[in-house]
């Protein structure tokens, strides 16, 4: 049940990695604003979900990559991402009629924290807070959930600050290691990184500049007893 | 080479090997402000800590005098050179203390007095260590620091609640003396003071006006809302508000001291992000709209609203023009003045967005050489080059050009470098053009880690210093001295200009960047 996580917009990046690892993916994960160093799918949110659905794999879930320095600064600062990353997932969902929330109601949310990168206990709460209770206003529900990309292991304060006391529910990791590599069709046996206070639910166990691969796409499965794209949108119809 | 390590230094930050004084002596020696220390200093929480500038005379007077810091002393002392001045480190040194961003001057020692004064004027920050010791200068900041354009100033903002609504309060440090030449304040009375107050100051191209773009975002009634446990299938409820953001313009005139604003854009409701230039005259703003302002249904799908470009004369608080710009949403992206006036900013790691001043007509240019992408994003470095030039860097794919934004943004040099093993996360400068624009230090490659630096107008290697450590960001020193910045301690390292390894230091901070 692996999928793909690309910088790149899914319409220009599927064929290349279909070519590569010749099966389909289970989802994507896919990059929203603020992320200002990638494409963001709500740029062209119909041709990213053209693309999932060519793709075989219709399910989409959303990760933000603001510069990384934000996420050593204030709650101020926190909030503002999460509102402008939020906007960008409700303008997706409402510009796209096929595009359907999951069954059970929850999409997680991935802030990409990178290995190097400080996580601050106010960005966090500034912004884990606003994702916990962004309202969908078209159908008054509220289906998203903060979550973590990072690596557990790096020197740099991510799984203690997510487990701090007074940090605002952190629902899951995604652990960026380690990184046997692998194959789509054949992802290696659960080895994730893991924090103490939070499940790793997601492991990039293939990334493409330390595995070698040629598509623009890094490799994710889920926990043996976790389906990522469970929490996920979906796509009903081809859009 | 090894790196230099000063073995009986008494200069804070230089790596020591001796233990046998006090407790804060030997904090200090080890190039660790404590958290103690710093509360003995009236710091509160905040740590932080600090090293000397160092040149390459620096360390061989320190080989004679066994004293680093009475070297950097002599040194310029006996060169008849000034003293390098100050760089700030800006981050975090405990991830779980509330409002523990701080910045940190690192100063040489001839100016250790003057940062002393200015740390105690403004009452922002006090510090009890000796003279080239780390002097913490704030804490508590509302946004990252910015520097001017000619890397002469650094604004830094913070915001305070009131009973009569947000403080927004921004010092103006001169870099070199490390002292707040000015201070500006601006009061929101109009404004709840339980508002979040996201500020994004930008200094006009000669730093006599500061601009500030407010996003403020007000929090409504708390609702309660459910959530379900994705692992335990029970509910929690949270409650939570709705937040809606607009924006206010303040202009800071630095040469009068005056202050104007804040003006009210009457546009909520807005995206609080926003991506802003200064040019001489003008101010580029770019904000986004709020979807939820508009209805939408699943039966009748409505795009994504587009961003908009606003431009106001400076000083003023009503745009001349707003026209709708391009996606993508304004929010991190490189952007900054070009000689002729108009703005540019650099979206998507691969396109410039020009946008024309007088007319508000916008130009789409792709950037040839980096217009290639990988799974991961691929952070731009865009900064002023030689001879009103753009310098940019993409490390993701080892490529670095400048171009000419008089020719259409021609590329006149075109260099290809390793790409260094995490060219995405902590710090953003991952590569640095020389002032003069003739050599280009970048981070080491991936397989050799390290730092090499090339020439650019040849594109080829000049040197290179290699230990196996990855390091995360490096920085041109005002002394010319080259620093890299790494995970773990000595988290900083100095280098020649030829990167032969100068010195070594620890810090107990974070570093998230280096101004």
Same mark, same amino acid.
């Given at each position: 049940?692996?999928?793909?996580? =690309?910088?790149?917009?899914?319409?220009?990046?599927?064929?290349?990695?279909?070519?590569?690892?010749?099966?389909?993916?289970?989802?994507?994960?896919?990059?929203?604003?603020?992320?200002?160093?990638?494409?963001?799918?709500?740029?062209?949110?119909?041709?990213?979900?053209?693309?999932?659905?060519?793709?075989?794999?219709?399910?989409?879930?959303?990760?933000?990559?603001?510069? #990384?320095?934000?996420?050593?600064?204030?709650?101020?600062?926190?909030?503002?991402?999460?509102?402008?990353?939020?906007?960008?997932?409700?303008?997706?969902?409402?510009?796209?009629?096929?595009?359907? =929330?999951?069954?059970?109601?929850?999409?997680?949310?991935?802030?990409?924290?990178?290995?190097?990168?400080?996580?601050?206990?106010?960005?966090?709460?500034?912004?884990?807070?606003?994702?916990?209770?962004?309202?969908?206003?078209?159908?008054?529900?509220?289906?998203?959930?903060?979550?973590?990309?990072?690596?557990?292991?790096?020197?740099?304060?991510?799984?203690?600050?997510?487990?701090?006391?007074?940090?605002?529910?952190?629902?899951?990791?995604?652990?960026?290691?380690?990184?046997?590599?692998?194959?789509?069709?054949?992802?290696?046996?659960?080895?994730?990184?893991?924090?103490?206070?939070?499940?790793?639910?997601?492991?990039?166990?293939?990334? #493409?500049?330390?595995?070698?691969?040629? %598509?623009?796409?890094?490799?994710?499965?889920?926990?043996?007893?976790?389906?990522?794209?469970?929490?996920?949108?979906?796509?009903?119809?081809?859009? | 080479?090894?790196?230099?390590?000063?073995?009986?230094?008494?200069?804070?930050?230089?790596?020591?090997?001796?233990?046998?004084?006090?407790?804060?002596?030997?904090?200090?020696?080890?190039?660790?402000? =404590?958290?103690?220390?710093?509360?003995?200093?009236?710091?509160?929480?905040?740590?932080? &800590?600090?090293?000397?500038?160092?040149?390459?005379?620096?360390?061989?007077?320190? @080989? =004679?005098?066994?004293?680093?810091?009475?070297?950097?002393?002599?040194?310029?002392?006996?060169?008849?050179?000034?003293?390098?001045?100050?760089?700030?480190?800006?981050?975090?040194?405990?991830?779980?203390?509330?409002?523990?961003?701080?910045?940190?001057?690192?100063?040489?020692?001839?100016?250790?007095?003057?940062?002393?004064?200015? &740390?105690?004027?403004?009452?922002?920050?006090?510090?009890?260590?000796?003279?080239?010791?780390?002097?913490p200068v704030a804490t508590g900041l509302a946004t990252a620091p910015v520097a001017s354009p000619d890397q002469a100033w650094l604004a830094l903002a913070t915001v305070a609640a009131s009973s009569s609504g947000p403080v927004v309060t921004v010092s103006v440090m001169e870099k070199a003396s490390a002292t707040v030449a000015q201070k500006a304040v601006i009061a929101l009375r109009e404004i709840p003071s339980t508002a979040s107050v996201l500020v994004t100051p930008v200094f006009s191209p000669d730093a006599t006006m500061l601009s500030l773009v407010l996003g403020i975002s007000v929090p409504g009634p708390k609702r309660q809302v459910s959530k379900r446990d994705p692992r335990g299938g029970g509910v929690t409820t949270i409650s939570a508000p709705d937040w809606r953001s607009q924006h206010a313009l303040a202009f800071f005139d630095r040469s009068t001291g005056a202050v104007s604003g804040p003006f009210y854009l009457g546009d909520e409701p807005s995206l609080a992000l926003s991506t802003v230039v200064a040019t001489a005259s003008d101010l580029f703003v770019w904000t986004t709209p709020d979807p939820r302002a508009t209805p939408r249904s699943k039966s009748h799908p409505v795009a994504p609203p587009l961003p908009a470009v606003s431009v106001f004369p400076v000083g003023e608080g009503k745009a001349r023009l707003?026209?709708?710009?391009?996606?993508?949403?304004?929010?991190?992206?490189?952007?900054?003045?070009?000689?002729?006036?108009? %703005?540019?900013?650099?979206?998507?790691?691969?396109?410039?967005?020009?946008?024309?001043?007088?007319?508000?007509?916008?130009?789409?240019? @792709?950037?040839?050489?980096?217009?290639?992408?990988?799974?991961?994003?691929?952070?731009?470095?865009?900064?002023?080059?030689?001879?009103?030039?753009?310098?940019?860097?993409?490390?993701?794919?080892?490529?670095?050009?400048?171009?000419?934004?008089?020719?259409?943004?021609?590329?006149?040099?075109?260099?290809?470098?390793?790409?260094?093993?995490?060219?995405?996360?902590?710090?953003?400068?991952?590569?640095?053009?020389?002032?003069?624009?003739? #050599?280009?230090? &970048?981070?080491?490659?991936?397989?050799?880690?390290?730092?090499?630096?090339?020439?650019?107008?040849?594109?080829?290697?000049?040197?290179?210093?290699?230990?196996?450590?990855?390091?995360?960001?490096?920085?041109?020193?005002?002394?010319?001295?080259?620093?890299?910045?790494?995970?773990?301690?000595?988290?900083?390292?100095?280098?020649?200009?030829?990167?032969?390894?100068?010195?070594?230091?620890?810090?107990?901070?974070?570093?998230?960047?280096?101004?």
């Amino acid at each position: 049940m692996a999928g793909y996580d =690309t910088a790149g917009e899914i319409q220009n990046t599927y064929s290349a990695a279909h070519s590569e690892f010749g099966s389909d993916p289970n989802f994507w994960l896919r990059y929203f604003a603020p992320s200002p160093y990638a494409d963001v799918v709500e740029s062209d949110p119909t041709s990213e979900c053209v693309g999932a659905w060519e793709s075989g794999g219709p399910r989409i879930g959303p990760i933000m990559a603001p510069d #990384q320095a934000n996420l050593a600064s204030s709650s101020a600062q926190g909030l503002a991402d999460a509102e402008t990353f939020c906007a960008a997932i409700y303008s997706t969902f409402t510009s796209v009629g096929p595009l359907q =929330t999951p069954a059970n109601g929850m999409i997680y949310c991935w802030l990409d924290q990178e290995y190097s990168t400080t996580l601050s206990l106010d960005y966090w709460n500034g912004w884990a807070d606003y994702v916990a209770g962004y309202k969908f206003a078209n159908v008054g529900t509220q289906p998203l959930y903060a979550c973590l990309y990072c690596d557990p292991y790096s020197p740099y304060p991510n799984c203690t600050t997510i487990g701090a006391s007074g940090a605002a529910p952190c629902h899951a990791v995604w652990s960026s290691e380690p990184e046997p590599c692998g194959s789509l069709a054949n992802s290696p046996s659960w080895d994730a990184d893991a924090c103490a206070s939070t499940p790793t639910e997601v492991w990039q166990y293939g990334e #493409q500049g330390a595995c070698g691969y040629s %598509a623009n796409v890094d490799l994710d499965t889920g926990a043996p007893d976790f389906n990522e794209g469970n929490y996920c949108f979906y796509l009903s119809s081809e859009p | 080479m090894p790196f230099g390590r000063v073995a009986s230094g008494h200069s804070p930050g230089i790596t020591s090997t001796r233990h046998n004084s006090g407790r804060a002596e030997q904090d200090r020696d080890a190039g660790r402000l =404590t958290r103690r220390a710093l509360l003995a200093g009236g710091i509160g929480a905040t740590a932080v &800590v600090a090293l000397p500038d160092l040149t390459r005379a620096d360390l061989a007077r320190a @080989a =004679t005098t066994g004293s680093a810091a009475g070297a950097a002393s002599g040194a310029g002392a006996a060169g008849g050179t000034a003293p390098a001045g100050h760089f700030f480190l800006y981050g975090i040194t405990t991830p779980d203390a509330e409002h523990s961003a701080g910045v940190q001057a690192v100063n040489s020692p001839a100016a250790s007095q003057a940062v002393r004064g200015a &740390v105690a004027a403004q009452s922002v920050a006090a510090q009890s260590a000796s003279a080239s010791a780390p002097a913490p200068v704030a804490t508590g900041l509302a946004t990252a620091p910015v520097a001017s354009p000619d890397q002469a100033w650094l604004a830094l903002a913070t915001v305070a609640a009131s009973s009569s609504g947000p403080v927004v309060t921004v010092s103006v440090m001169e870099k070199a003396s490390a002292t707040v030449a000015q201070k500006a304040v601006i009061a929101l009375r109009e404004i709840p003071s339980t508002a979040s107050v996201l500020v994004t100051p930008v200094f006009s191209p000669d730093a006599t006006m500061l601009s500030l773009v407010l996003g403020i975002s007000v929090p409504g009634p708390k609702r309660q809302v459910s959530k379900r446990d994705p692992r335990g299938g029970g509910v929690t409820t949270i409650s939570a508000p709705d937040w809606r953001s607009q924006h206010a313009l303040a202009f800071f005139d630095r040469s009068t001291g005056a202050v104007s604003g804040p003006f009210y854009l009457g546009d909520e409701p807005s995206l609080a992000l926003s991506t802003v230039v200064a040019t001489a005259s003008d101010l580029f703003v770019w904000t986004t709209p709020d979807p939820r302002a508009t209805p939408r249904s699943k039966s009748h799908p409505v795009a994504p609203p587009l961003p908009a470009v606003s431009v106001f004369p400076v000083g003023e608080g009503k745009a001349r023009l707003t026209v709708p710009s391009p996606a993508p949403w304004p929010g991190g992206e490189p952007a900054m003045a070009l000689p002729s006036g108009d %703005a540019a900013r650099f979206v998507n790691s691969r396109t410039l967005h020009v946008v024309a001043a007088k007319s508000g007509d916008l130009r789409q240019v @792709a950037v040839a050489p980096l217009n290639e992408g990988r799974a991961k994003p691929s952070p731009i470095m865009m900064t002023p080059g030689p001879r009103e030039s753009l310098f940019l860097a993409k490390p993701s794919i080892g490529r670095a050009v400048i171009v000419d934004p008089a020719s259409e943004f021609a590329v006149r040099n075109d260099v290809s470098f390793a790409a260094p093993a995490k060219p995405f996360g902590g710090l953003t400068s991952k590569a640095v053009l020389s002032p003069s624009g003739e #050599q280009l230090y &970048v981070l080491g490659g991936a397989k050799s880690g390290g730092l090499a630096v090339y020439d650019v107008a040849s594109g080829k290697i000049t040197g290179a210093y290699g230990d196996g450590r990855q390091y995360s960001g490096l920085y041109l020193l005002p002394s010319g001295t080259v620093l890299a910045v790494s995970q773990e301690n000595p988290r900083l390292a100095y280098f020649s200009p030829e990167l032969s390894p100068l010195a070594t230091a620890d810090t107990g901070m974070y570093v998230s960047a280096v101004y």
